[in-house]
């Protein structure tokens, strides 16, 4: 990300990110990054600042999208150098933090991500994991499936996949987990009672969609398998997976 700052213009960024800056541009360290500031009355003066991982830099305008959340891990830079970042305490909003300020914001995201804005009522799911950030208008409620493992006295309770159910009118923003994640869309109403890895499960456009986790059995014997969802519903369900997907 390169930056062409205007004269004695300030930005702020999170540490570890810069690549490069002008002699004249002046660098003070904060409590959660640096400001960099251009000393000089002339404009284009030059700061390169990177995510410390394989991301995309993707601009949002706060101006456009206000009251934004996200998860801290992915907020790279912003144009205005008095932005905060600050914790959210109501429920469902850990461990996310609130943008405390105004103009671009740059985040760095892994894979495609999608950036959406429900309408008032729409409402979507999504694995926990993929939800990167949504605005405070949107109303949160955490979903919680269970395995399709019973309890024993060796692995205590059954294993828990956290969801989160989204609610409008509000940006949503949902990305893979892996740097060469891609987004597959598929229609459960071309394609009904759909199994998918749990894995590859990353969001439906029916928050209503119904999620039964089971196991595909293995072998002869019928041993326990690969564990999947099977999804009930209509809508959209965008998949995450990587390398080359055959259908």
Same mark, same amino acid.
């Given at each position: 990300?390169?930056?062409?700052?205007?004269?004695?213009?300030?930005?702020?960024? *999170?540490?570890?990110?810069? $690549?490069?800056?002008?002699?004249?541009?002046?660098?003070? =360290?904060?409590?959660? #990054?640096?400001? +960099?500031?251009?000393? !000089?009355?002339?404009? #284009? *003066?030059? $700061?390169?600042?990177?995510?410390? +991982?394989?991301?995309?830099?993707?601009?949002?305008?706060? !101006?456009?999208?206000?009251?934004?959340?996200?998860?801290?891990?992915?907020?790279?830079?912003?144009?205005?150098?008095?932005?905060?970042?600050?914790?959210?305490?109501?429920?469902?909003?850990?461990? +996310?933090?609130?943008?405390?300020?105004?103009?671009? $914001?740059?985040?760095?995201?892994?894979?495609?991500?999608?950036?959406?804005?429900?309408?008032?009522? @729409?409402?979507?799911?999504?694995?926990?994991?993929?939800?990167?950030?949504?605005?405070?208008?949107?109303?949160? !409620?955490?979903?919680?499936? @269970?395995?399709?493992?019973?309890?024993?006295?060796?692995?205590?309770?059954?294993?828990?996949?956290? %969801?989160?159910?989204?609610?409008?009118? #509000?940006?949503?923003?949902?990305?893979?987990?892996?740097?060469?994640?891609?987004?597959?869309? $598929?229609?459960?109403?071309?394609?009904?009672?759909?199994?998918?890895? %749990?894995?590859?499960?990353?969001?439906?456009?029916?928050?209503?969609? =119904?999620? !039964?986790?089971?196991?595909?059995?293995?072998?002869?014997? #019928?041993?326990?398998?690969?564990? *999947?969802?099977?999804?009930?519903?209509?809508?959209? *369900?965008?998949?995450?997976?990587?390398?080359?997907?055959?259908?």
């Amino acid at each position: 990300l390169h930056i062409g700052l205007k004269p004695y213009q300030e930005i702020f960024a *999170v540490h570890g990110s810069l $690549v490069y800056r002008d002699p004249c541009i002046a660098m003070t =360290q904060i409590e959660h #990054g640096h400001r +960099f500031k251009n000393m !000089t009355g002339r404009s #284009g *003066v030059t $700061v390169s600042l990177s995510p410390e +991982f394989v991301a995309r830099v993707v601009p949002l305008d706060l !101006t456009q999208y206000p009251e934004l959340i996200i998860k801290p891990d992915i907020f790279l830079a912003s144009i205005d150098s008095g932005m905060r970042l600050e914790d959210e305490l109501r429920p469902g909003f850990l461990p +996310f933090k609130a943008l405390k300020g105004h103009g671009m $914001v740059f985040l760095k995201m892994v894979g495609t991500a999608i950036l959406h804005t429900l309408k008032e009522g @729409e409402s979507c799911i999504a694995n926990t994991p993929n939800v990167l950030g949504f605005q405070t208008f949107c109303e949160i !409620t955490a979903e919680t499936i @269970e395995g399709p493992d019973n309890p024993s006295c060796f692995f205590g309770k059954a294993r828990v996949f956290p %969801h989160m159910k989204v609610t409008g009118p #509000g940006l949503a923003i949902l990305s893979p987990l892996f740097p060469d994640g891609k987004i597959i869309p $598929v229609s459960l109403a071309e394609y009904p009672e759909l199994l998918v890895t %749990h894995e590859s499960f990353m969001a439906c456009s029916d928050a209503g969609v =119904q999620i !039964t986790p089971d196991r595909v059995p293995k072998g002869k014997l #019928g041993r326990k398998g690969m564990m *999947v969802f099977c999804l009930h519903g209509s809508g959209v *369900v965008f998949l995450n997976a990587s390398g080359i997907v055959r259908f």
